[in-house]
């Protein structure tokens, strides 16, 4: 009989060592899931208040103008040397057939930026569909004076 009884206690004691392990188990996977869960919601929380600042940002044009001669003078900045001490005026080609008698314009397409540089006397046209600078060229932005007649 006492080998009976030292087989139930045997067979209890493995049956809760085998319970405690799934228990602590799945304390570990709830934990690791838990984890996982809270690192992606502040992830999404981050790139949605992101994006809130945009939309925010770009409702009023004057911002928005700003923000996209930032963005253009970053990335061209990255690609040539731009003057300093100079905020330039960005234009966006939006019909190139009207520009192709200009030299500087003869490689434009639709959506190609301007910055223009009226101190440095200095234009450059980037295409940011293939973050490439297409052209660079001097400008000559001033008030003409009339020819002198003979």
Known sequence: MINLIDLRRRSKLVNLKTLNNKKSLMMLVSALLI???????SYYYNKYHDSQKKVAQLSNPQTSAKVQVSDAV????????????????LATVNDPAKLKDQAFFANAKVG????????????????PLTNKIIEIAPVNIGTSQPAAAQ
């Open 35 to 41: 984890v996982a869960l809270a690192i992606g919601g």
């Open 74 to 89: 970053t990335k061209i900045g990255r690609l040539v040397d731009l003057p300093s001490g100079e905020t330039p005026t």
């Open 112 to 127: 190609d930026q301007v910055l223009i540089y009226t101190q440095a006397k200095k234009a450059i046209l980037y295409r």
